[in-house]
């Protein structure tokens, strides 16, 4: 039913074969969402700003069938383990917090469906996406369960609709006061080509990225775990020297994109301490994605590269959402003869840092990256060469997953 090749296909024969193992029949409709990766525009999404990203080929895949009663049964196909609850009333619960994903996305379909959702389900989801790598597996979690849902119950959904139901399953939920860049990302994905975002008007367009460039993903296996409270904390401090600027400068500021770094420079020193700081980062993120966009339709890779380094060295020293395992994969990176730009993906803290870079060189690079960081931290980051991936979508519904 779906004109675009199948993604992952060893990932999604497990899957139906596990879920027949477990329910004894096939699911009614399977759905699959990408991980993602941040190019340019970290931290800016709920500062009303512009992001460069990309969905990625690997993500995960979310089987569902329609069952007797009011009861979910919601199989982890990694773990093996599944936990149940009643889809008019999910509930957060701290352990398989796994499982909150979906209970948060199964609320706002509720909410969306006239009159409640009605009957229960039986699903199990499974992926490739490394876990606490920083390419963003929840949102493939909530998209892929949203979308494979929504068509369960026959619900209607436009793209940012589904979007915001999986941005506030991660505030409801699982307690991260995340923007939309995740889902977004997931859900507008294009091989080929990079999802350019305004967070304020929500307009989305893709950029294409040319056929002689690539990125490198260096999952660091460094600890990344949004919920601990950094993330928010970051956001607070952006929120409040927003209000600031608001105060300070003449023209009508509603978040950290309508400062200038011009007017940061001129009034930071009112704000002080760590909000100061914070600010800086978004501010200058929407600039160089936007210097980003110009250099990328003038098909300048080098100065595009060069911001990647940029927005990095920005997150290190004002956001300070890098770590010492980040900033080491980034260092080698510059020093390492191919590499075009480096920066770390995502929230930060930990995960993931993403090279740009010609397909040609990316064998050589992934071993000097691997070798100097075994030297540093006694293991290789692990590597892998990804491309810009089609974003989420239904695979399979009733009849074709026999």
Request: charged content about 20%.
């Given at each position: 039913m779906n004109a675009l090749p199948m993604p992952n296909p060893s990932v999604y024969d497990e899957l139906l074969r596990k879920f027949r193992g477990q329910y004894g029949r096939a699911p009614d409709v399977v759905a699959y969402?990408?991980?993602?990766?941040?190019?340019?525009?970290?931290?800016?999404?709920?500062?009303?700003?512009?992001?460069?990203?990309?969905?990625?080929?690997?993500?995960?895949?979310f089987a569902a069938a329609t069952s007797a009663g009011g009861e979910c049964r919601l199989m982890a196909g990694d773990l093996?383990?599944?936990?149940?609850?009643?889809?008019?009333?999910?509930?957060?619960?701290?352990?398989?917090?796994?499982?909150?994903?979906?209970?948060?996305?199964?609320?706002?379909?509720?909410?969306?469906?006239p009159g409640g959702l009605k009957g229960g389900f039986d699903a199990l989801f499974l992926g490739n996406i490394p876990l606490g790598s920083g390419l963003s597996s929840s949102a493939a979690l909530e998209m892929s369960a949203g979308l494979a849902l929504a068509r369960l119950y026959g619900l209607a959904l436009e793209p940012v609709a589904l979007?915001?139901?999986?941005?506030?399953?991660?505030?409801?939920?699982?307690?991260?006061?995340?923007?939309l860049l995740d889902q977004i990302s997931s859900l507008y994905g294009r091989a080929g080509k990079l999802v350019e975002t305004d967070f304020r008007t929500l307009t989305v367009k893709t950029v294409p990225l040319g056929t002689d460039v690539c990125f490198l993903m260096c999952n660091t296996h460094a600890r990344h775990a949004l919920v601990d409270g950094e993330y928010n904390r970051r956001r607070q401090d952006c929120e409040a020297a927003a209000a600031y600027f608001a105060r300070v400068l003449p023209g009508p500021v509603k978040a950290l994109r309508d400062v200038t770094w011009a007017d940061w420079q001129a009034h930071q020193g009112g704000l002080g301490g760590s909000a100061a700081r914070r600010a800086a980062h978004p501010i200058g993120e929407n600039a160089r994605v936007l210097a980003g966009a110009r250099l990328l339709a003038a098909c300048d890779l080098s100065?595009?590269?060069?911001?990647?380094?940029?927005?990095?060295?920005?997150?290190?020293?004002?956001?300070?959402?890098?770590?010492?395992?980040?900033?080491?994969?980034?260092?080698?990176?510059?020093?390492t003869p191919g590499v075009l730009g480096a920066r770390l993906?995502?929230?930060?803290?930990?995960?993931?840092?993403?090279?740009?870079?010609?397909?040609r060189d990316a064998a050589d690079v992934a071993a000097v990256l691997a070798r100097e960081y075994a030297l540093l931290f006694g293991?290789?980051?692990?590597?892998?060469?990804?491309?810009?991936?089609?974003?989420?979508?239904?695979?399979?519904?009733?009849?074709?997953?026999?």
């Open positions: 969402a990408p991980g993602r990766i941040e190019v340019l525009g970290n931290h800016t999404d709920y500062n009303e700003g512009f992001v460069l990203s990309a969905a990625i080929d690997c993500g995960t895949f093996m383990h599944e936990v149940a609850f009643p889809v008019r009333a999910p509930v957060a619960a701290p352990e398989h917090g796994w499982s909150n994903y979906v209970k948060g996305v199964l609320a706002g379909l509720n909410e969306a469906a979007a915001r139901i999986g941005q506030a399953a991660e505030h409801r939920f699982a307690g991260v006061k995340c923007g100065g595009f590269g060069r911001l990647m380094f940029e927005s990095h060295e920005s997150s290190r020293v004002y956001f300070e959402n890098s770590c010492p395992e980040l900033d080491a994969v980034v260092a080698a990176a510059a020093r993906s995502g929230g930060g803290f930990g995960g993931s840092v993403v090279v740009l870079l010609h397909p293991r290789p980051c692990e590597t892998r060469v990804i491309q810009p991936s089609d974003g989420a979508r239904v695979i399979a519904d009733a009849g074709t997953t026999r």
